[in-house]
């Protein structure tokens, strides 16, 4: 199936293939932590991070990141009732999206990385 | 959506463009595409990029495989809007709809190679778990999945985990068999630019 995906490829150089999602991905993950926006860069780290976020976005960005089915219009409206923006709100439930994604992409790269070379450790020996 | 922001908050020419939409497909347009159209600079140009990077990119997967996965990686995380967008639309790149719904039902036993069922099966325990370990990995490269494969379907994941996670906070409206059909339809002729 390559053949009827690389035409639009062709003009973007020789960049690997590989190397274009993960350039793709970090774009998103740098311009939800630092692009223009009503949140702080410090807010959107936390909510990325699913850590030391303000009691009233714990549930809400808790629920994001960990049991995503489970998110509920209270838990909107206990962090829209402590005075958070629904510009603030868009962009922190999207930072909490992308770290969490963000986190499961490492860890499936850095467990492919570690087969990699036990594996070619293995036919060393 | 949850959000009046995303229901109301669009400029008077992107609202023209929806009309447009509903005017000549007939459907409304679905909440994941409006999403993307919210403030784009912020999250939706990027996303579109990189999934349109993970699905349609230049892969040894099939489109109708990655389709597949996403379906699998929202049935997972139980997001019954990208499960229904996505079984839709591995469904008409497959050309066997029935596939589709025996992978979601029972991956052991539904009738995929074996490399793509242990991508999925990997792919899956990465979701649930948030984790995953190298002898997990060895299985999948044993299976005779390439390094690029893997790594491949894990760009998939990653654009998906965060589709699935949107689509259930922001709470997107479920569409109609027939809209979900309509908008595999496109996705199988635009991609997600």
């Known amino acids: 199936m390559r053949a009827d995906c690389q035409g639009s490829e062709e003009a973007e150089g020789d960049v690997p293939d590989e190397d274009k999602k993960r350039a793709a991905h970090q774009a998103l993950v740098d311009h939800v932590l630092t692009g223009a926006g009503s949140a702080t860069p410090e807010q959107r780290a936390r909510a990325f991070s699913n850590a030391d976020v303000p009691p009233s976005l714990q549930t809400l960005i808790g629920n994001v990141a960990t049991r995503p089915a489970q998110v509920t219009d209270a838990d909107f409206a206990a962090a829209k009732g402590s005075g958070f923006s629904e510009d603030q709100l868009f962009e922190l439930v999207i930072c909490a999206a992308v770290g969490a994604s963000a986190r499961l992409y490492e860890a499936g790269l850095a467990a492919l990385a570690d087969a990699t070379v036990s594996k070619e450790a293995g036919n060393a020996t | ?193």
Not at chain 2, 3 to 21: C, E, H, M, Q, V
Request: charged content about 25%; glycine content about 10%; proline content about 4%.
């Open chain 2, 1 to 193: 959506m949850r959000l009046d922001i995303l229901n109301r908050g669009y400029s008077p020419g992107t609202k023209l463009l929806f009309a447009l939409i509903r005017a000549f497909s007939g459907y409304p347009v679905p909440d994941a595409a409006k999403l993307v159209f919210y403030r784009p600079g912020f999250y939706g140009a990027w996303a579109k990029k990189l999934t349109h990077e993970a699905m349609r990119g230049p892969s040894a997967w099939s489109v109708a495989d990655r389709e597949l996965m996403a379906a699998y990686v929202s049935k997972v995380n139980e997001c019954a809007f990208c499960v229904g967008a996505h079984t839709a639309t591995a469904g008409q790149a497959y050309q066997d709809g029935a596939k589709v719904r025996a992978v979601l039902a029972d991956l052991d036993s539904a009738p995929v190679e074996d490399g793509l069922r242990a991508t999925l099966r990997m792919l899956g325990k990465l979701t649930r778990d948030g984790k995953i370990g190298a002898e997990d990995m060895r299985e999948v490269l044993s299976a005779g999945v390439s390094h690029q494969q893997v790594e491949d379907a894990l760009a998939v994941c990653a654009a998906f985990n965060t589709t699935d996670r949107l689509a259930d906070a922001f709470g997107f409206q479920l569409l109609s068999p027939e809209g979900f059909e309509a908008g595999a339809k496109y996705l199988l002729k635009r991609g997600y630019r």
